[in-house]
């Protein structure tokens, strides 16, 4: 019960086939997250989304697709295979349109947000524009406008429901920065495939019919190696930064800034006449300086913090993971450095890592706990960002940096990690992850899709108990797919032979 997306993996064309529109979002839906908010049953966590059908309610469980796009001089897509360091157009599409509009109704809604980009990173705000100067921020000179923030929940990263609804209202130091206002109606960095499903509730916070509100990006990029630190919301309403057209030599370029930093989206807040019976997600928040830890959502199989739990990550298998340059060439510039070995470009016929599971498949699905392996994420070289993508599995992760996770990471299961120059990136992550069935071979990769097409990947295989050989490597071709011989590094049974660096807390 989660958002996901589909799209194209062509070898070697994955970036500009994603680029083009190759790709689409989809919502599974359960028993604890039916997509009918009316269901009471002690089991549905009611999350905004309407009662009409039986399960999967659209109304107010809304998608949001991010992507940034370039046209040349004749209106056309226009896009740059060459560029291996990464894509970055300028001009942010949602959902495939320019500035949308949307009109929502004055109570709570889920707002399902992904990443779809190529290589760009975002920072989203929402915030609420007022009439007058009487907002916490101005708007540019002369307007008559100002803004003030709209708080908010984020219920859901990647990949799963969290264990606690996280407040982004100025409550709490989410990153144990010191600083509480920097994440107040504010998310982290927006790596590329990442999905943070929040809620927001538009009958609150000083919120009525006819407000307009907006999603505003604050990150800006030079380049497709990753973004720069965050442009203030302030400099960005106040269009104290604001790119703008010059005439060169070269034709007319973006001078003084991203054109993608800015809005994007804009929501028209309407009267509702109904009854909104979705849940009050700030129920369900973690542990605050004067509050006791609020419900829980979907627990955690692991907690990086309980005794029990550290006992058994210090048994697990380790691995590390350096995404980076290093021994790669012009054709191959990016390769992953597995368990202290060489760097690598990818070759499906190489296996990477294989982890063993303790029990195979039964008719009843999962049998136990599964295998528990902690692996190492981190970030070879300087100046670049890499938001890893590891397929099948969703982990937990237990540091960041070296240090403890923030609160949305903390209560989150991932299957993005993203490391990288940018201050809450850091150069690496480290998580535990939990194999349960399905044998097979399966993929991790970086998701700037141009590092992607350019050998940023390696292969990993889930083995049945006891399995000796390897599984063979399945090579397509226009003919059909025949099967040959795997090879396996070293190191692909036993990992790096280090214990996990798991952060205590203080």
């Known amino acids: 019960m989660s958002t996901h997306w589909f799209h194209d993996h062509m070898l070697d064309f994955t970036a500009q086939n994603v680029y083009k529109g190759n790709a689409a979002m989809m919502n599974y839906y359960s028993a604890l997250d039916r997509g009918n908010e009316s269901v009471n049953d002690g089991v549905n966590l009611r999350f905004p989304s309407g009662s009409a059908l039986p399960w999967g309610n659209r109304d107010y469980d809304v998608n ?7 046209w040349d001089a004749n ?30 109704r004055a109570r709570s809604y889920r707002f399902r ?11 989203w705000a929402l915030v609420r524009e007022i009439k007058g100067t009487s907002g916490e921020f101005q708007g540019p000179k002369g307007s008559g406008v100002s803004y003030a923030r709209v708080p908010f929940h984020m219920i859901a990263n990647d990949g799963n429901i969290m264990e606690h609804s996280v407040p982004f209202d100025g409550t709490m130091d989410l990153d144990a920065d010191g600083d509480k206002q920097n994440h107040n109606a504010i998310l982290p960095t927006h790596g590329i495939a990442e999905r ?41 309403l106040s269009e104290k930064y604001l790119a ?7 034709g007319p370029q973006w001078d003084k800034g991203d054109p993608a930093v800015g809005k994007v989206l804009q929501l028209n807040v309407k009267a509702y006449t109904g009854q909104d019976l979705s849940m009050d997600p700030s129920l369900y928040e973690p542990a605050k300086p004067g509050k006791a830890e609020g419900l829980v959502m979907i627990p955690l199989k692991i907690h990086r913090d309980n005794v029990a739990d550290q006992a058994l990550l210090a048994k697990a298998r380790h691995r590390s993971f350096i995404f980076g340059r290093s021994d790669g060439t012009d054709e191959a510039p990016w390769t992953v450095k597995t368990d202290g070995g060489f760097g690598y470009h990818m070759d499906p016929r190489r296996l990477n890592a294989a982890t063993q599971l303790k029990s195979g498949p039964t008719d009843a699905g999962t049998n136990g706990f599964g295998t528990l392996e902690v692996w190492n994420i981190k970030l070879g070289g300087k100046g670049w960002s890499h938001p890893v993508h590891v397929h099948f599995e969703e982990g937990i992760i237990l540091s960041r940096g070296g240090k403890a996770p923030p609160e949305w990471e903390k209560w989150a299961r991932k299957d993005v990690y993203r490391i990288g120059s940018e201050n809450d990136g850091l150069d690496s992550v480290e998580m535990a992850i939990n194999f349960r069935e399905f044998a097979g071979t399966y993929m991790e990769h970086c998701h700037n899709t141009q590092h992607e097409d350019n050998s940023m990947l390696l292969r990993w295989d889930i083995e049945k108990p006891g399995q000796f ?17 795997s090879a396996a590094l070293p190191t692909f ?7 996990p660096q798991v952060t205590v807390k203080k």
């Open 493 to 499: 049974r036993t990992g790096d032979g280090s214990g």
């Open 244 to 250: 703008v057209i010059k005439q060169s030599s070269k």
């Open 469 to 485: 050989q390897l599984m063979p490597t399945p090579l397509p071709s226009w003919d059909g797919v025949r099967y040959v011989n």
């Open 196 to 236: 943070f499903d929040i809620i927001v509730n538009f009958a609150k916070n000083g919120i009525k019919p006819g407000d307009k509100i907006f999603f505003v990006n604050l990150l800006a990029h030079d380049n497709g190696k990753g973004p720069k630190e965050p442009i203030p919301l302030a400099d960005v």
């Open 113 to 123: 947000m992904l990443n779809g980009s190529v290589s760009r990173y975002y920072k």
């Open 64 to 70: 949001l697709l991010f992507a940034d796009k370039a």
């Open 75 to 104: 209106g056309q897509l226009w896009f740059n295979p060459f560029n291996t360091d990464g894509f970055i157009g300028d001009q942010v599409m949602v959902n495939w349109q320019w500035k949308p509009t949307l009109d929502v």
